[in-house]
């Protein structure tokens, strides 16, 4: 698992979509950071929103388009494996279980990296770090990385998966925000899936999203374990 | 010692049966050959055995260890049919990524060995992109044999590379059995099975149609052995009575003076045949007999 994890973790800091995403991330987390002031002086805020007003920009990102970022990098981590047969060399050598796995923490780390880079830059200005929404954003990304290795599993062309990336990456957000304030009950106990209804609590809730990542990362490996390569 | 052995070892795909029921027992430290046609079973049989794909039904163990189980992974090399490897990675990249997964990482020197061993020590840094089809074969053994595994599966190992390396290959495996590991291989060349292997399966529509080492093969198959006789002059009253008992003796028979040329396909006929010749008051000057190669007793299967 360690060594398919590091692999995974390596392989992700190459490459230009990777480095986009990187620049992307600390330009929004200096930035929003920097000019959190600005926002302070033109809306009103209450106490504990203007505690958080410098990671505000970074979670708004991260809530609409971690997604699409998580998606666009690692859409393919399984399934062009498969569909290239590099997979035989990795399934005749280790568990099923460990190659998913693996690839998950290498994922995860990924993400862990950057926005812990992200988060002291901006305790540069915000002067303290926010661990609690600190976790909150970890945990929407490890909700979006468990997302796509499930539908990379799933879907064995990675064409298609990218394309769906795109599509869930644009839509998920916006279905997930509008099932969460719906009063429609047929689609209302929907916002018990996604990420955003744990999000809107200011309490630890959000730590269920956890649990619904751990979900669909053992349905991914109860389905890899089957799969042919 | 087995290596390897199936019981009723089954794979289907919806009703379409494609390996049907195969028990078999490898010894330890032997060369297996598996032959058959292609669409035979012969890979899936393979990717069943090394967990690439599962059986549909029937059991099978690797090095006393019963599968599928991950642990006895780390103890077999596999070099599946299909040559694709990370183009991304050097060559040397590749033995040490897959070394460690395997749960044996390899050192430099080593991976150094094992890639001149297989002809690539001049290519260790070159990215696998860049490879040829014959580089991918070799660097796919290299890969099979990296974490030193006791039980190593080739999947048509030489197909593709030329004379030279085909040779180096040879070398390898046997040097590999030298050393007590046991080789099952697939191959399309029939001579480099006969050359190589200590037995040989081969497979017809999923099944095992034939099993044995090369004389067994010979001696249970219902194979032909083909006998050239040089004999001196026959007198020409003899001829004729000759020539039809030959026609019941065996098949194909041809009379050239001073060679007489027929299929039998007992070789106690052979005899028979000599006593004939000098019965007609002729001497037996020669005999060549012509076994079977496995390429014969392949194609009447």
């Avoid at chain 1, 990924?110 to 305790?123: G, K, M, N, P």
């Avoid at chain 2, 070394?99 to 044996?104: D, E, H, N, Q, Y």
């Avoid at chain 2, 529509?205 to 198959?221: C, D, P, T, V, Y």
Wanted: hydrophobic residues 45%; charged residues 20%; contains cysteine.
């Amino acid at each position: 698992m360690y060594v398919m994890g590091k692999r995974e973790f390596l392989s992700l800091f190459k490459g230009v979509k990777s480095f986009i995403v990187i620049v992307i991330l600390l330009l929004t987390s200096y930035y929003s950071a920097k000019f959190a002031n600005v926002l302070m002086s033109g809306i009103e805020l209450s106490a504990k929103e203007a505690e958080n007003i410098h990671t505000v920009g970074l979670l708004g990102l991260i809530l609409l388009l971690g997604q699409l970022f998580v998606a666009g990098l690692s859409h393919d981590t399984m399934n062009r494996e498969i569909h290239e047969r590099t997979m035989r060399f990795l399934v005749t050598r280790t568990s099923r279980t460990s190659i998913l796995f693996g690839k998950f923490f290498g994922i995860w780390l990924f993400w862990f990296s950057c926005l812990a880079i992200s988060f002291i830059l901006i305790s540069i200005f915000a002067e303290r770090i926010d661990f609690f929404i600190f976790s909150q954003v970890l945990s929407l990304v490890t909700y979006q990385i468990c997302l796509t290795i499930l539908l990379s599993v799933l879907i064995s062309k990675p064409g298609f998966t990218m394309f769906l990336g795109i599509v869930v990456g644009l839509i998920f957000p916006i279905f997930g925000f509008w099932v969460v304030f719906t009063k429609n009950v047929w689609v209302s106990w929907m916002k018990f899936m996604t990420p955003f209804y744990y999000l809107e609590r200011e309490d630890y809730t959000f730590l269920v999203i956890f649990i619904l990542a751990g979900i669909m990362l053992v349905i991914a490996n109860l389905i890899f374990n089957r799969r042919e390569c | 010692m087995i290596a390897i052995e199936t019981k009723q070892l089954t794979k289907s795909y919806g009703a379409v049966p494609i390996v049907k029921g195969i028990d078999l027992i490898v010894e330890k430290g032997e060369i297996f050959g598996f032959l058959g046609r292609n669409g035979a079973g012969k890979s899936t049989f393979i990717n069943m055995l090394t967990g690439i794909i599962q059986p549909s039904s029937g059991t099978y163990a690797l090095l006393g260890v019963n599968g599928p189980n991950d642990d006895v992974k780390e103890r077999i090399g596999v070099m599946p049919d299909y040559s694709t490897l990370y183009g991304s990675l050097t060559a040397l990249e590749h033995l040490k990524f897959l070394s460690a997964l395997s749960g044996k990482p390899a050192g430099k020197e080593w991976c150094r060995e094992v890639l001149t061993l297989v002809g690539l020590e001049e290519h260790a840094r070159k990215k696998a992109a860049k490879f040829s089809f014959g580089m991918k074969k070799k660097l796919g053994i290299a890969l099979a044999i990296i974490h030193d595994p006791e039980l190593i599966f080739l999947d048509e190992p030489t197909s593709g590379l030329d004379a030279e390396s085909v040779l180096r290959i040879h070398k390898l495996i046997t040097w590999l059995q030298a050393r007590g590991k046991t080789i099952f291989m697939t191959s399309h060349n029939l001579a480099e099975v006969e050359k190589l292997c200590t037995r040989i399966a081969i497979m017809k529509e999923g099944k095992i149609a034939s099993i044995g080492n090369m004389e067994e093969l010979r001696s249970f198959h219902r194979s032909t052995i083909k006998v050239k006789i040089k004999h001196s002059p026959i007198p020409v009253s003899e001829q004729i009575k000759l020539q039809q008992w030959l026609e019941s003796a065996g098949t194909d028979l041809e009379m050239k003076a001073p060679y007489v040329t027929i299929t039998v396909e007992d070789e106690k006929k052979i005899a028979e045949i000599i006593r004939a010749i000098q019965q007609c008051r002729a001497d037996v000057l020669r005999v060549e007999v012509k076994e079977p190669t496995l390429e014969d007793i392949f194609l009447e299967e």
